[in-house]
């Protein structure tokens, strides 16, 4: 039980922060502005944001029921990520942690544009909208959100064989900013520049200390399992 509970901890995590890294945090910033247009209703910016999240969580569910139940239904592919995954889980976290320490990096495009059409689009469905721009943007991936999702909540959800649930902890997570912003937004302007500067400071610290630990965590895990050191 304390294995699953750390599961849905670290899902949370990773959500968290992969919703205040630079590129999807620029996403984020498009959802708080097309949010933000009510400011003179409270309630219906809160709601507005809340969309947004829902549509993240919806899609990274979707996302993961799809990648995980096809990945455990082929017998011989699942029988060979039983064999082979704690074998690939340390090499794996050391390269998600040189993403997040920028020692590699990828030139992928900032994902954070929203074209003029599908701008009209999402402002002809009004209040609804905020729930399609939390779908698209959800799959906007860039190098640091990719690395995330696929290099490490995705193994974590395939150990224990939740495809539905830690993806949709994850996509919750990932919408926070968009929730916390649209209150700001409705109590001042002021408010969401002072939280958008703590936000950018806090990320910085907690994706590099985040990058040591998997680097740390990984380099551990290639020694004991991989190479059968004891330590």
């Given at each position: 039980?304390?294995?699953?509970?750390?599961?849905?901890?670290?899902?949370?995590?990773?959500?968290?922060?992969?919703?205040?890294?630079?590129?999807?945090?620029?996403?984020?910033?498009?959802?708080?502005?097309?949010?933000?247009?009510?400011?003179?209703?409270?309630?219906?910016?809160?709601?507005?944001?809340?969309?947004?999240?829902?549509?993240?969580a919806l899609t990274y569910g979707l996302l993961g029921v799809v990648l995980v139940s096809s990945l455990l239904s082929a017998p011989a592919l699942?029988?060979?990520?039983?064999?082979?995954?704690?074998?690939?889980?340390?090499?794996l976290m050391i390269l998600v942690g040189m993403v997040l320490l920028e020692m590699i990096t990828f030139s992928m495009g900032s994902g954070g544009g929203m074209g003029d059409a599908f701008?009209?689009?999402?402002?002809?469905?009004?209040?609804?909208?905020?729930?399609?721009?939390?779908?698209?943007?959800?799959?906007?991936?860039?190098?640091?959100?990719?690395?995330?999702?696929?290099?490490?909540?995705?193994?974590?959800?395939?150990?224990?064989?939740?495809?539905?649930?830690?993806?949709?902890?994850?996509?919750?997570?990932?919408?926070?900013?968009?929730?916390?912003?649209?209150?700001?937004?409705?109590?001042?302007?002021?408010?969401?520049?002072?939280?958008?500067?703590?936000?950018?400071?806090?990320?910085?610290?907690?994706?590099?200390?985040?990058?040591?630990?998997?680097?740390?965590?990984?380099?551990?895990?290639?020694?004991?399992?991989?190479?059968?050191?004891?330590?």
């Amino acid at each position: 039980m304390s294995e699953l509970v750390l599961a849905f901890v670290s899902a949370f995590w990773l959500g968290v922060l992969t919703s205040i890294s630079p590129c999807p945090l620029a996403t984020n910033v498009a959802a708080m502005s097309f949010v933000g247009r009510r400011v003179g209703n409270p309630r219906k910016v809160f709601w507005a944001g809340s969309l947004y999240t829902a549509g993240r969580a919806l899609t990274y569910g979707l996302l993961g029921v799809v990648l995980v139940s096809s990945l455990l239904s082929a017998p011989a592919l699942s029988n060979a990520l039983q064999k082979y995954m704690n074998l690939a889980l340390g090499p794996l976290m050391i390269l998600v942690g040189m993403v997040l320490l920028e020692m590699i990096t990828f030139s992928m495009g900032s994902g954070g544009g929203m074209g003029d059409a599908f701008r009209r689009k999402i402002e002809k469905m009004g209040f609804w909208g905020a729930g399609l721009l939390g779908i698209v943007f959800a799959l906007s991936f860039c190098p640091t959100s990719a690395a995330l999702f696929f290099g490490s909540l995705i193994p974590l959800a395939l150990k224990q064989e939740s495809g539905l649930a830690l993806p949709t902890v994850y996509g919750i997570a990932t919408g926070l900013p968009v929730l916390l912003f649209a209150v700001l937004i409705a109590m001042g302007a002021s408010k969401v520049a002072k939280a958008y500067d703590r936000i950018v400071a806090f990320e910085h610290w907690a994706r590099k200390i985040t990058g040591a630990i998997f680097i740390l965590v990984g380099l551990y895990y290639s020694l004991t399992l991989v190479f059968g050191v004891s330590l």
